[in-house]
């Protein structure tokens, strides 16, 4: 089994991490260097030999991504400016939605996949406030794409997921996930 994990538009650039590292991480530079550089053969070599792929590609998968659009909250559009990783072009969370497991941009068609991984990397996180606001609700949307056989769209699942409003709020993460402005109905949070 090979995992695609890095994706369209992440590639890795040494020449910016080592101009923001200091020098003695410069050998361990050179070394992801070499890794995102193997990776990219990685999959395509897999899917023709035959086996598994585990669709992990950053372009969707990686939720410390920051977000692209405005909240309706200040804490929020705070928040989103230090929180999730700088070096990813931020994307909102309908581009985030918009893929299917077959389609995937970065696995070869005829892949046989295994199964989708999310990933999240907690360099920028320094509470539970900050992982619950990265994870929600962009977890729920890759869990939706993965085990949804028929395609899905961004409207219906922004009504369904704004609808887990109420829940949330109960497990006292209000104001922890995307703003009521990117739900739509049937919830609008008191709290926006």
Known sequence: MAQCWVGEG?????????????????PLIDIVA???????RDTPQAVAAGAYVLASPSSVF????????ESTRADQNER????????????????????????????PAGARLAGVEAAIWCESV?????????LLPRLPGIAEKAWTPQATEW??????????????????W???YRSAVLFGPPYSSSKA
């Open 62 to 69: 990686y939720l410390d991504r920051r977000y692209a659009e």
């Open 126 to 134: 320094t509470s539970f406030d900050d992982l619950a606001f990265l």
């Open 10 to 26: 992440d590639a890795f650039d040494p020449e910016a991490a080592r101009k923001s590292a200091p020098a003695e991480y410069h």
């Open 174 to 176: 209000e104001g922890y």
């Open 155 to 172: 409207a219906h699942y922004r009504d369904r997921v704004g609808a887990h409003g109420p829940w949330w709020d109960r497990l006292g």
């Open 80 to 107: 989103r400016t230090r929180v999730g990783m700088a070096s990813y072009t931020p994307r909102t969370c309908e581009e985030l939605f918009g893929w299917r497991p077959s389609e995937l941009a970065e696995i």
């Open 34 to 40: 070499g890794s995102f550089e193997h990776a990219s």
